[in-house]
C-alpha cells in the first residue's frame, strides 16, 4: 500500500491536530492538573506551616499564593507545548522580520488596546442581554478572587501581573503555539495562537479581550520576528489595567491613597482614550498595511483555515472551551 504523500495540505492538517490536542491539554491542566498540583502544593504548606493553608492577609501568604497559581496556570502549558511543537518551532530558525514601519509598534499598541477595548465593550453588552433575557450570571472580573488588600499586596501583585505573566504568555502563545504556524502562513498563525490565548483564559469577560488584543501581539510578533517587543506592549497593558481595576478601595495610608487614586483615574481615562483615538491607529495600521503578512504559494488564507477549522480534533476543542468558558459563569 502506498504512503499517501506529503502535501502541504496534509501537513497543515497534521499540525492543525497538535494544535486541538493544545486545545484540550488547556482544559485538561485548567480542571484536572490544577486540582492536583493545589493538593500538592496544600500538603507541602501544611508540612511546613503545620497549618491547612494559606494565610493570605500576611504579605507572605498572598505572594505564595500568586505564585502557587502562576505555577499552576504557565508550568504544564511550557512542558506540553513544549513536547508537541518542538520540531516545528527548530523548522521556523529561517525566518526573518518585516522591514520596519516608522511607529508601529506605537500604532500598534493603539490599534490593539481599541480592538481589545472594543470587544470588552461588546462583552459586557451581550453578557446584559444573556442575563436580562435568560438570568445567565455576569461574568465575575479577572481575579477578583486575589485582588490585594494592602500597599505591599498591590505591589506583589502588580509584580505578577506586569512581570510574570506578560512574559510567561508572551512565550508561550506568541512563541511556541505562534511560530509552528508561521510555515504555513502568518496570518493563520496570528488568528490560531491569539484564538487560544482567549479561549485559554475560560473566563467570558475576557474572551473578545484577549483575542483581540492577543491577535495585535500575534502581529508585533511576526512583523518583528521577536517576543521582546510584545512583551513590553504587554506589560504597559497589564499596568493600565492593574492601576484601573484592581486596586484596593484604601491602603490605609493618605498619601498612598491619594497618589493611588490619581493613578487610577489616569489610567482609566487612558483606557477610553485608547477606545476612541486609537481607532485613528486602526486606520493607519490598515493604510500602512500593518495587518498585511506574507503567504507562501502553496496555500491561500481561505484555504488554510478551511483546514485548520475543519479539522475534528480543533473543532472539539474549541467547542470544549467555550463550554467550560459558559460553566465558570456558575462556579
Same mark, same amino acid.
Not at 480542571?31 to 493545589?38: P, W
Not at 507545548?81 to 506605537?106: N, Q, S, V
Not at 451581550?126 to 442575563?131: C, D, H, P, R
Not at 490565548?197 to 512583523?223: C, E, K, M, P, S
Given at each position: 500500500?502506498?504512503?499517501?504523500?506529503?502535501?502541504?495540505?496534509? /501537513?497543515?492538517?497534521?499540525?492543525?491536530?497538535?494544535?486541538?490536542?493544545?486545545?484540550?491539554?488547556?482544559?485538561? /491542566?485548567?480542571?484536572?492538573?490544577?486540582?492536583?498540583?493545589?493538593?500538592?502544593?496544600?500538603?507541602?504548606?501544611?508540612?511546613?506551616?503545620?497549618?491547612?493553608?494559606?494565610?493570605?492577609?500576611?504579605?507572605?501568604?498572598?505572594?505564595?499564593?500568586?505564585?502557587?497559581?502562576?505555577?499552576?496556570?504557565?508550568?504544564?502549558?511550557?512542558?506540553?507545548?513544549?513536547?508537541?511543537?518542538?520540531?516545528?518551532?527548530?523548522?521556523?530558525?529561517?525566518?526573518?522580520?518585516?522591514?520596519?514601519?516608522?511607529?508601529?509598534?506605537?500604532?500598534?499598541?493603539?490599534?490593539?488596546?481599541?480592538?481589545?477595548?472594543?470587544?470588552?465593550?461588546?462583552?459586557?453588552?451581550?453578557?446584559?442581554?444573556?442575563?436580562?433575557?435568560?438570568?445567565?450570571?455576569?461574568?465575575?472580573?479577572?481575579?477578583?478572587?486575589?485582588?490585594?488588600?494592602?500597599?505591599?499586596?498591590?505591589?506583589?501583585?502588580?509584580?505578577?501581573?506586569?512581570?510574570?505573566?506578560?512574559?510567561?504568555?508572551?512565550?508561550?502563545?506568541?512563541?511556541?503555539?505562534?511560530?509552528?504556524?508561521?510555515?504555513?502562513?502568518?496570518?493563520?498563525?496570528?488568528?490560531?495562537?491569539?484564538?487560544?490565548?482567549?479561549?485559554?483564559?475560560?473566563?467570558?469577560?475576557?474572551?473578545?479581550?484577549?483575542?483581540?488584543? #492577543?491577535?495585535?501581539?500575534?502581529?508585533?510578533?511576526?512583523?518583528?520576528?521577536?517576543?521582546?517587543?510584545?512583551?513590553?506592549?504587554?506589560?504597559?497593558?497589564?499596568?493600565?489595567? #492593574?492601576?484601573?481595576?484592581?486596586?484596593?478601595?484604601?491602603?490605609?495610608?493618605?498619601?498612598?491613597?491619594?497618589?493611588?487614586?490619581?493613578?487610577?483615574?489616569?489610567?482609566?481615562?487612558?483606557?477610553?482614550?485608547?477606545?476612541?483615538?486609537?481607532?485613528?491607529?486602526?486606520?493607519?495600521?490598515?493604510?500602512?498595511?500593518?495587518?498585511?503578512?506574507?503567504?507562501?504559494?502553496?496555500?491561500?488564507?481561505?484555504?488554510?483555515?478551511?483546514?485548520?477549522?475543519?479539522?475534528?480534533?480543533?473543532?472539539?476543542?474549541?467547542?470544549?472551551?467555550?463550554?467550560?468558558?459558559?460553566?465558570?459563569?456558575?462556579?
Amino acid at each position: 500500500m502506498n504512503p499517501v504523500p506529503d502535501t502541504p495540505q496534509k /501537513s497543515l492538517r497534521d499540525i492543525s491536530v497538535k494544535y486541538g490536542a493544545a486545545m484540550l491539554f488547556m482544559i485538561f /491542566s485548567y480542571i484536572v492538573l490544577g486540582i492536583v498540583l493545589n493538593i500538592i502544593f496544600s500538603i507541602i504548606i501544611q508540612l511546613v506551616t503545620g497549618t491547612a493553608g494559606l494565610d493570605t492577609s500576611t504579605d507572605a501568604g498572598y505572594a505564595f499564593y500568586l505564585f502557587i497559581n502562576s505555577f499552576v496556570s504557565y508550568v504544564p502549558l511550557f512542558l506540553m507545548f513544549g513536547i508537541l511543537f518542538r520540531r516545528d518551532i527548530a523548522e521556523t530558525a529561517y525566518l526573518t522580520p518585516y522591514p520596519k514601519t516608522g511607529g508601529e509598534l506605537i500604532i500598534l499598541f493603539l490599534a490593539g488596546g481599541c480592538l481589545a477595548r472594543t470587544g470588552a465593550l461588546i462583552t459586557s453588552f451581550i453578557s446584559t442581554a444573556l442575563n436580562d433575557l435568560f438570568d445567565v450570571p455576569r461574568p465575575e472580573m479577572a481575579f477578583a478572587d486575589s485582588i490585594s488588600q494592602s500597599t505591599a499586596q498591590f505591589i506583589i501583585f502588580e509584580i505578577f501581573g506586569v512581570i510574570v505573566a506578560p512574559i510567561c504568555e508572551e512565550l508561550l502563545y506568541r512563541h511556541l503555539l505562534l511560530r509552528p504556524m508561521r510555515k504555513y502562513g502568518d496570518m493563520a498563525a496570528a488568528v490560531i495562537s491569539a484564538l487560544m490565548f482567549g479561549l485559554g483564559h475560560f473566563n467570558f469577560d475576557q474572551f473578545l479581550y484577549t483575542f483581540l488584543f #492577543g491577535f495585535t501581539l500575534a502581529v508585533v510578533a511576526i512583523r518583528r520576528n521577536s517576543v521582546v517587543p510584545a512583551i513590553i506592549l504587554h506589560m504597559i497593558n497589564n499596568i493600565m489595567a #492593574g492601576f484601573s481595576s484592581y486596586l484596593p478601595e484604601t491602603f490605609g495610608n493618605e498619601l498612598a491613597d491619594t497618589i493611588f487614586a490619581a493613578l487610577a483615574e489616569f489610567m482609566v481615562l487612558s483606557g477610553w482614550i485608547l477606545l476612541f483615538g486609537g481607532a485613528v491607529a486602526v486606520v493607519i495600521a490598515v493604510i500602512k498595511h500593518l495587518f498585511v503578512f506574507r503567504q507562501p504559494d502553496r496555500m491561500t488564507d481561505a484555504e488554510e483555515f478551511r483546514i485548520i477549522f475543519t479539522t475534528p480534533v480543533v473543532l472539539i476543542g474549541i467547542a470544549a472551551s467555550l463550554v467550560l468558558t459558559f460553566v465558570m459563569l456558575y462556579k
